[in-house]
């Protein structure tokens, strides 16, 4: 009794898993054994039903032994609402539901039309898959490719092998690429290009949205526009509002305002023509030879609305260029004027010489320093050993440069100075001085020349004689350690 209980269970299994038999009718059906054995030969009005779905030609040969068939033109496949497939020739495999459609294939779906020449389609599991180029068209969308896959219930396409989407406003270039009708995304898996009039856009992963210019690149993103270029590890993206996000290894050129911005994480609207970024922020001054880096925990740049560009960067700012460095706390630029501003304790280093104020400008012409003005306890300081140093102090002062280096300073107000002098090369002894307004000359980085231009109060002591308190300045601060050795060091944390 039980061998006979797992018998019939088994028996009912195996029925269970058998296909169903294809149903047929025609207007006319001919049996000819000259054909093939169980071949049925169907003329006119010719309609097959398989396990929902139907197929309809003109005419066919059905194969009762192996529940296939041929269909000859006029195919039509019918599956539900998901899936309307005509071509010129059918042959349909019964017992696997695989249909290979031939000749002027066209498939519908719910948002789509797709054309090509050959596909083959699991009724099944509603797929379809073509390698003899297709085209395609959702919309006002139209997208084409060597070979790819079709899943007609999620309407989703899989596209492979110089895949190309066209749309009125831009086109898309992909080695491989999954859209959506549903959602009117597609999906990049590959290096792809988004190329429009405004635009070029690549990635090598992400989506992009054909109906609201929404995307997220990933790998390798950049976004250009005919002033700036923006490259990231990944980045979201509104094209029409030029409104951006950008995540890792950011990198911000303008070929108008001739600058860079680099760091981790950038807001972006391009259109209005302005940037934040942070994470390890660096502004670079793009001059020719010897560009000037600048960094800041933040930085912003923007342009107002006559065109005027301004650059801010704040919170322990630090600058490098080779003759040239800094440390202040926030910073200031504008174009009109191409007037740097230090604020917070700013410190500059030129040469040999510390300079230092409450507040400072730096004016460029050519993108090269030209003057210096320094408001507040100005002080200037040059070490002439490890325990001597020049000093000149003031309450406000001009410092003016020639290629960059310092050739001249004017101090006005309570003016000081601490000055080694020297013999054929050999200290001989230090001048301690006060006069309101003064006049230094500069040659190599060493003081030349000293003009007081009030009579001076002035005692030139020989080495060794001059009382220590006066050796030293008030506010004197030496702060060599913290000056920028290198464009890398600006970005060290203390």
């Known amino acids: 009794m039980t061998g006979w209980l797992l018998l019939t269970a088994g028996t009912a299994a195996l029925q ?18 000259k054909i093939a054995a169980g071949a049925y030969r169907l003329i006119g009005n010719v309609i097959f039903t398989h396990e929902g779905a139907l197929m309809m ?19 039509h496949i019918n599956q539900g609402d998901s899936l309307h497939l005509y071509g010129e020739y059918l042959h349909y495999e019964g017992n696997t539901k695989m249909a290979r459609v031939r000749r002027n294939v066209r498939l519908e779906g719910r948002n789509t039309t797709l054309r090509t020449g050959t596909i083959d389609f699991d009724l099944s599991r509603n797929i379809g898959y073509y390698t003899d180029h297709a085209d395609i068209e959702s919309g006002e969308n139209r997208l084409s490719s ?65 109906e609201t210019d929404q995307s997220m690149l990933k790998t390798r993103a950049l976004v ?14 509104e094209k029409q509002s030029g409104y951006g996000e950008a995540y890792g290894n950011t990198r911000i050129e303008d070929t108008e305002q001739n600058i860079v911005l680099t760091g981790n994480l950038a807001i972006l609207h391009q259109n209005e023509e302005s940037a934040m970024i ?19 925990d933040t930085l912003r740049s923007m342009q107002d609305s006559a065109g005027i560009s301004h650059m801010k960067a704040y919170y322990g700012v630090r600058m490098f260029k080779s003759n040239f460095q800094g440390k202040c706390d926030s910073l200031y630029y504008c174009t009109s004027d191409s007037i740097l501003r230090l604020y917070g304790e700013p410190v500059l280093w030129s040469g040999m010489n510390q300079l230092s104020s409450e507040y400072i400008e730096v004016r460029t012409r050519n993108r090269k320093v030209s003057e210096l003005h320094m408001e507040g306890i100005a002080l200037i300081i040059n070490q002439e050993d490890s325990s001597k140093f020049n000093q000149i102090k003031g309450r406000t ?29 050999e200290l001989v002894g230090v001048n301690i001085a006060e006069s309101s307004d003064l ?9 030349d020349q000293i003009r007081f231009m009030v009579k001076p109060n002035a005692i030139l002591y020989p080495l060794g004689k001059a009382p220590e308190e006066s050796l030293i300045l008030k506010d004197f601060k030496w702060e060599e350690a913290i000056r920028p050795k290198d464009r890398y060091d600006i970005l060290r944390k203390n």
């Open 397 to 425: 002062m001009t410092c003016y440069f020639r290629d960059n280096d310092l050739y001249r300073i004017d101090a006005k107000g309570n003016g000081q100075t601490v000055y080694y002098a020297k013999d054929k090369g």
């Open 146 to 210: 060597r070979e790819g896959y079709y899943y007609s219930e999620e309407e989703i396409y899989f596209f492979r092998d110089s895949v190309q989407l066209i749309n009125p406003d831009y086109t898309i270039l992909s080695d491989t690429l999954q859209y959506r009708t549903g959602n009117s995304t597609a999906y990049f898996l590959g290096p792809t290009e988004i190329i429009s009039d405004s635009s070029y856009i690549y990635c090598e992963n992400g989506w992009y949205n054909t």
């Open 16 to 33: 269970a898993q058998m296909p169903e038999k294809v149903e047929f009718n025609a207007r006319v059906v001919d049996y000819d054994a």
């Open 224 to 237: 250009r526009n005919k002033t700036q270029t923006v490259t990231s590890d990944s980045m979201y993206y």
């Open 439 to 447: 006049t230094i000359l500069l040659e190599d980085d060493e003081i």
């Open 57 to 75: 030609c003109d005419s066919a040969y059905f194969y009762s032994s192996t529940n296939s068939l041929d269909a000859f033109k006029n195919v």
């Open 278 to 296: 942070t994470g390890d922020a660096v502004l670079i001054f793009i001059t020719e030879g010897d560009s000037i880096y600048v960094h800041a």
